[in-house]
């Protein structure tokens, strides 16, 4: 959930187009559902440098099959392999000499395929990326064990630390997530065969389960021409559609635990109308936590407050990390900016410093660029019961009133409701 100052996103109907004739160097934007169920969404800015394909595929190692851990990564990494007519070392060559890079990332409820080149070089190289992901003849014997001896590599070096994302889901959810599963072990990977990879290919990388974000030098006549021409997903039955992987959490969270640093997260579940909202009261939290916690007090050594979704469900919550050995305080320091906030409203310098910052963030977007695709794909994965993406985090937050404070803060910052995420030294 973020912002783009320079142009009204209009993406409440289906086929949304946006231009602003006043900011030229605003991209133009476009979303729709296709008539096979995919999502098509298009941030064009045909003078940008670069252009970008994320292709989100709405399941992740959460769908693994139980005692074959790690097959949803496996997957993506042969899909990597190529399709019959768009060989995977050949592509990624092409890429290469474009001067391009091609990844993918497998989350526990999404994964996606990115590409980002040139915008001259990006329409050819787009479209067999869309060939091979769609396509792909997912080998097995000697090259599935290759890839499989990758992955154990890979979690030797990359998947040891666990995140604070993965952190927050496990104890709102009880249970291992995201880092804890995504890769599997090696006995669960062992069990893997390349009739498993068919099947959850089958039953997962359907139309209605797919959003397809082009970002940059691409317009959106291009975009759909190459999904016509190269996209080869069959369009999905009613009976094929993907559940959303949702899960409702119990509140209050209230966890302790003994790190050797500190950690807390801090925050309420907020309605899924009430995003806007939330992010604009996210932006004011934000300021003040900063000057409480890291100005006035220098306690902490990174803060952030986000309007987040996990597991479908919708959040406002506060991240703070220190060092300091008076982090024991920070929690409740914390606690008491969230419970000044209904009886203080922005001051005028408050209002100049979120203007600020939405100037700022607002020029991170202008380029359509690699991080904006990330932006967007990011939120396509989200589980979701509506068809599009909502895509209201590309416009700047407003600023909130006293009176919308005040009715935020007495709806949602509710003692039955909190999530409290605490790991120190101090605690266990």
């Known amino acids: 959930m973020s912002s783009l100052r320079s142009w009204l996103l209009l993406c409440c109907a289906l086929g949304s187009t946006l231009a602003l004739a006043a900011a030229p160097i605003a991209p133009l934007f476009h979303a729709e559902l296709l008539q096979d169920g995919t999502e098509l969404v298009v941030l064009s800015r045909p003078e940008s440098a670069t252009a970008s394909l994320r292709l989100v595929v709405r399941s992740g190692s959460s769908r693994d099959p139980s005692g074959k851990e790690g097959l949803a990564h496996l997957l993506e990494h042969l899909v990597f392999q190529g399709s019959q007519d768009v060989p995977g070392k050949t592509l990624r060559a092409s890429i290469d000499t474009a001067g391009g890079t091609l990844n993918a990332f497998t989350s526990a409820r999404s994964t996606v395929y990115a590409l980002d080149t040139p915008g001259t070089g990006f329409l050819p190289l787009a479209r067999d990326v869309l060939r091979m992901v769609t396509s792909p003849t997912l080998p097995g014997g000697k090259r ?36 804890g599963a995504l890769i ?22 359907v139309t209605s389960n797919v959003s397809l974000v082009f970002t940059g030098a691409v317009s959106v006549e291009q975009a ?24 409702s959490a119990q509140y209050p969270v209230v966890q302790q635990t003994r790190a050797h640093v500190t950690f807390v997260t801090l925050g309420y579940p907020v309605p899924r109308e009430e995003r806007a909202t ?114 209201g985090f590309l416009q700047p937050p407003p600023i909130p009133t006293s009176a919308q404070l005040k009715d935020f803060a007495r709806r949602h910052f509710v003692e039955e409701q909190a999530v409290r995420i605490t790991s120190s030294p101090l605690e266990g």
């Open 144 to 179: 599935l064990e290759r890839e499989l001896g990758i992955i154990t590599t890979e979690g030797r070096y990359h998947f040891s630390r666990q995140s604070l994302a993965s952190q927050v889901e496990e104890a709102m959810f009880q249970d291992i997530t995201l880092e």
């Open 184 to 205: 599997g072990t090696p006995a669960t990977r062992a069990r893997i065969t390349r009739e498993d990879l068919q099947e959850y290919y089958a039953r997962n990388y």
């Open 224 to 247: 759909r021409a190459l999904v016509e021409e190269a996209y080869r997903l069959p369009p999905a039955l009613p009976e094929e559609a993907v559940a959303p992987a949702m899960q």
């Open 278 to 391: 939330c992010r604009a009261v996210a932006s004011l939290l934000q300021l003040r936590l900063l000057q409480q916690v890291h100005v006035e007090e220098p306690i902490v050594s990174a803060m952030r407050v986000l309007c987040l979704n996990l597991r479908g469900n919708d959040l406002l919550l506060a991240f703070a990390y220190t060092r300091s050995i008076e982090g024991s305080r920070l929690p409740y320091l914390m606690q008491e900016t969230f419970d000044a906030l209904a009886k203080k409203p922005p001051s005028a310098a408050e209002r100049k410093l979120l203007e600020k910052r939405g100037q700022r963030t607002s020029e991170r977007w202008r380029e359509a660029g690699p991080e904006v695709a990330d932006a967007v794909a990011s939120q396509a994965a989200e589980p979701r019961l509506e068809s599009l993406t909502d895509l």
